[in-house]
């Protein structure tokens, strides 16, 4: 069964490092997206790429944030420096239509805590 | 400003009856509306699709049901069993090349 898989499942540290969170999209897949889920917000999308390349990364705090994808099968986002607001869990889903037509597929999730 | 509205965060149903979860849209573009599935330490999963052609969509247990008017569905789970205890997400997009936003969730609880 195709999946998405993200590492670290969890991920503890302390506030001003360095986070980099990991995620292999489904093969074929030519969509990836990140989004992150807090109480407040619920799903929200910090950033997009379609065959690689970035088309949307607004919902993301430029200043801390980046994503990339350095080839296919790998998408990171990383914060520096982390603080306790970035404290939530972190979703990397793929597709191959944007709009979600036929739904995206999601990983299971990197739980951050920043201290 | 929140798009994609779900303003009850906590349902409580009993085994066997009826769940009903609301998702209100504000965004009058939107033409296609999904409903994700969420259990603890897992992603969401998609469970029902509808398409604003449409008012209603069936698959088993579940139905979504859409009244364009007022910009407001609903996902009926019947009947509600204890696995289905999970948090609903309602989910948007429109013909454009942008990608689904999301509501808040629900959280369902289905007690035996």
């Known amino acids: 069964d195709a999946r998405v898989t993200q590492t670290p499942r969890h991920k503890v540290t302390e506030m001003g490092q360095e986070v980099t969170m990991r995620c292999q999209p489904i093969?074929?897949?030519?969509?990836v997206f990140w989004y992150r889920q807090t109480m407040m917000q619920g799903l929200e999308l910090l950033a997009y790429?379609?065959?690689?390349?970035?088309?949307?990364d607004s919902g993301m705090p430029k200043d801390r944030f980046s994503a990339e994808m350095p080839d296919a099968t790998l998408a990171t986002l990383k914060i520096q420096p982390s603080e306790p607001r970035d404290s939530a869990v972190y979703f990397c889903?793929?597709?191959?239509?944007?709009?979600?037509?036929?739904?995206?597929?999601f990983g299971s999730g990197t739980r951050l805590t920043v201290v | 400003d929140q798009q994609v509205k779900q303003n009850s965060p906590s349902l409580s149903v009993q085994e066997g009856r009826i769940s009903i979860l609301n998702c209100d849209y504000t965004?009058?573009?939107?033409?296609?509306f999904l409903w994700y599935k969420k259990y603890p330490a897992e992603g969401p999963t998609f469970l029902i699709s509808?398409?604003?052609?449409?008012d209603k969509n069936e698959d088993g247990r579940f139905t979504v049901f859409l009244n364009k008017s007022a910009k407001h569905l609903s996902l009926h789970i019947v009947p509600s069993q204890p696995g289905d205890s999970a948090v609903y997400f309602c989910?948007?997009?429109?013909?454009?090349?942008?990608?689904?936003?999301f509501g808040k969730g629900t959280r369902l609880s289905v007690i035996a």
């Open positions: 965004n009058s573009m939107f033409d296609y």
């Open positions: 093969l074929g897949h030519n969509t």
């Open positions: 889903a793929s597709g191959n239509d944007p709009r979600g037509r036929k739904g995206y597929t």
């Open positions: 989910a948007a997009s429109d013909s454009g090349n942008t990608p689904l936003v």
């Open positions: 509808i398409s604003s052609i449409k």
């Open positions: 790429f379609r065959n690689r390349a970035p088309l949307d």
